[in-house]
């Protein structure tokens, strides 16, 4: 079946450090991939998406490539700071699903970051 | 433009009682989304609905659980008998076309506490 793995989380870093979170899918047919973000006690926003292999995703300094040869979209943020702590979801819907646009989650990776 | 809307944001309830959440998606929006959130886990699909219509209701509890989303007003998700299992966050999301390469625009969650 369709599903999402993410690297487990917290993840805990200093303000500028380097960001990256992995993520990797296993979908029938060609999925479009997403990620959202989620502040606490708010709902979910998109962060960014790629809808074909080697796209790039980007938004607010985060970027994610879907890598259709090793099934991942890894996120990835030269500099974080401290208003970029929060929970992050990797996420896809796929054709196969009907296409009908559900999303599949990822169980989430929560960043704290300190000043 | 407004975003999605739901209410109420938070919503207590003993054992045994019904639950009614709502939601009403982003303007142009007729393709509307459901999502359970358990403590410390990721989303989970519930429904999906077009006005007047279940298109997927694949990952709906079989039981005590209804949706629906009327040719006017809001989309509801309801929960018959309510147990202390059913307390989570619930997120509508909605789209424009409802198509698997389509963002999803979230709500920002109704919180139930089941007592």
Redesign the interface.
């Given at each position: 079946g369709n599903s999402v793995t993410q690297m487990e989380g917290p993840v805990t870093l200093s303000e500028e450090a380097f960001l990256t979170i992995n993520c990797t899918y296993t979908a029938t047919g060609y999925?479009?991939l997403?990620w959202?973000v989620q502040y606490p006690g708010?709902?979910?926003?998109?962060l960014l998406?790629a809808?074909k292999a080697d796209d790039k995703g980007s938004n607010k300094g985060f970027e994610a490539t879907y890598r259709k040869e090793t099934t991942s979209f890894h996120l990835e943020k030269g500099s974080v700071q401290v208003s970029d702590s929060a929970v992050y979801?990797c996420a896809l819907?796929?054709?196969g699903?009907?296409?009908?646009?559900?999303?599949?989650?990822?169980?989430?990776t929560t960043l704290q970051v300190k000043p | 433009n407004a975003g999605?809307m739901?209410n109420p944001r938070h919503l207590v309830r003993r054992r045994g009682q019904e639950a009614r959440l709502r939601c009403s998606p982003m303007k142009g929006h007729s393709?509307v989304?459901w999502?359970r959130q358990l403590p410390e886990?990721?989303?989970?699909?519930m429904v999906?609905l077009q006005k007047e219509n279940i298109?997927?209701e694949s990952?709906m509890p079989k039981e005590r659980f209804s949706a629906e989303f009327p040719k006017e007003g809001p989309s509801i998700l309801r929960i018959q008998q309510v147990v202390r299992g059913d307390s989570a966050a619930y997120?509508c999301?909605s789209?424009p076309g409802?198509?698997?390469?389509?963002?999803?625009?979230?709500?920002?969650?109704t919180r139930l506490l089941v007592l």
């Amino acid at each position: 079946g369709n599903s999402v793995t993410q690297m487990e989380g917290p993840v805990t870093l200093s303000e500028e450090a380097f960001l990256t979170i992995n993520c990797t899918y296993t979908a029938t047919g060609y999925p479009s991939l997403f990620w959202y973000v989620q502040y606490p006690g708010e709902g979910l926003q998109l962060l960014l998406k790629a809808t074909k292999a080697d796209d790039k995703g980007s938004n607010k300094g985060f970027e994610a490539t879907y890598r259709k040869e090793t099934t991942s979209f890894h996120l990835e943020k030269g500099s974080v700071q401290v208003s970029d702590s929060a929970v992050y979801f990797c996420a896809l819907t796929t054709l196969g699903s009907g296409n009908t646009g559900k999303l599949i989650f990822g169980q989430g990776t929560t960043l704290q970051v300190k000043p | 433009n407004a975003g999605v809307m739901q209410n109420p944001r938070h919503l207590v309830r003993r054992r045994g009682q019904e639950a009614r959440l709502r939601c009403s998606p982003m303007k142009g929006h007729s393709h509307v989304y459901w999502y359970r959130q358990l403590p410390e886990e990721g989303l989970k699909f519930m429904v999906y609905l077009q006005k007047e219509n279940i298109i997927d209701e694949s990952g709906m509890p079989k039981e005590r659980f209804s949706a629906e989303f009327p040719k006017e007003g809001p989309s509801i998700l309801r929960i018959q008998q309510v147990v202390r299992g059913d307390s989570a966050a619930y997120f509508c999301a909605s789209s424009p076309g409802g198509t698997y390469q389509e963002t999803q625009y979230f709500g920002p969650g109704t919180r139930l506490l089941v007592l």
